[in-house]
């Protein structure tokens, strides 16, 4: 697992999306998953500087949803197909049958669950999963004492979850109590894994993800099982790492040919 440690949110954006940027000059029709909320916000906003500026060539790219509401009807803003579409699909102009995810309004939601992974498979897997983090450790819906091993499915959310969630409700009772999401299991097929968590609300799950035990209690700690995971934070996101100064001086001394 790589850790690196960026001034500011925007720093980290700008990053990653080099990162996907490289990804997709080597591979046009790379698949890259993708994940809603805040967090990932400035990496969408410098991929579609990259494009509009004429250096980042999407048209072969395509798009995978990591999880999505269950029970919202077709169509609502808040549910991650519409949110994904409006934040990042039309920005870069990436056109929707290139944008595959779970159908979480489907009558057979396990069989959804299922279907959907058939769909990555498919698709021949996950080229680079964005991944954020919840307070809790959460990746994904991957709830505390998620099963390690665990394939796309119904989660059933906490409560924290919620809370965190309602910003983008009118009211928390409007916030769904279950996700189609993909598993940990599913998420760590993905040949490359970038986290990227900000601020200080992040800072103690970032630490035990990156330094304490693998353990279900911290799904996010299931990257220590990954052999390209990397671990993207700014100051305040970082403030709990106890190793923090050898993950500047590793980030420091890399090879300027090795991405991350």
């Not at 494009?51 to 808040?78: F, I, K, M, N, W």
Request: hydrophobic residues 45%; negative net charge.
């Amino acid at each position: 697992m790589e850790i690196v440690i960026v001034p500011d949110a925007a720093a980290g954006g700008e990053l990653i999306a080099t990162a996907i940027a490289d990804l997709f000059t080597r591979k046009p029709d790379a698949l890259l998953g993708v994940a809603t909320g805040s967090t990932p916000l400035p990496i969408y906003r410098a991929l579609e500087a990259k494009v509009q500026a004429g250096t980042l060539d999407v048209s072969r790219a395509r798009v995978c949803q990591l999880d999505e509401y269950v029970g919202l009807p077709e169509g609502h803003p808040e549910s991650y197909r519409e949110v994904l579409l409006r934040e990042v699909l039309q920005p870069l102009g990436i056109a929707g049958d290139r944008f595959i995810g779970p159908d979480g309004s489907a009558e057979d939601i396990a069989a959804a669950a299922i279907a959907y992974d058939q769909q990555l498979a498919a698709a021949g897997g996950v080229d680079l999963q964005l991944l954020g983090i919840g307070t809790d450790g959460h990746i994904g819906f991957n709830e505390p004492c998620s099963s390690l091993a665990s394939r796309t499915r119904i989660k059933t959310l906490t409560e924290q979850t919620r809370v965190d969630n309602a910003r983008f409700f009118d009211s928390l009772d409007e916030v769904p109590h279950h996700v189609l999401t993909q598993g940990i299991g599913t998420i760590l097929e993905a040949r490359h894994l970038v986290l990227l968590a900000t601020g200080a609300a992040k800072a103690e799950a970032v630490a035990q993800t990156v330094e304490g035990p693998l353990s279900a209690l911290v799904p996010a700690s299931a990257l220590q099982l990954h052999p390209h995971a990397t671990v993207v934070v700014d100051e305040a996101a970082a403030a709990h790492l106890k190793l923090a100064d050898y993950f500047r001086a590793t980030y420091a001394a890399k090879p300027s040919w090795q991405s991350i």
